[in-house]
């Protein structure tokens, strides 16, 4: 009995913890890169940039929220670019003028 509770117990744990190690190391990296980006974003930033910007930081066009009009007389806009590990928990909210970034904040921890 004791010959064979021991391999599954090794079977066991390494199921339960290679999971939880690289679901931890995706989560580190993907806040950081979100952290990268957002730290990039500086006001007068070119739009135009700010795609360059994503793709430099592995930010994908899925993770970033359509821009949304803030006030239509001004041209304001608003994204928010997010990182998927956290559920929508973090993410970079970037105001733009229709030229060029007005600020970007991080959001969430």
Known sequence: MRRTVRPSLVV???IFLLP???YSIYFAWDT???RSFCDELRPGTPVAQVAQIAARH???QKSIVDARKLSDEAKDQRMIAVAPSTMGEMGCDIKLNGTEVISATL???
């Open 58 to 60: 592995h930010i994908d």
């Open 12 to 14: 066991l744990g390494t």
């Open 32 to 34: 950081h890169r979100l």
């Open 107 to 109: 959001s969430g921890s």
């Open 20 to 22: 939880m190690a690289a």
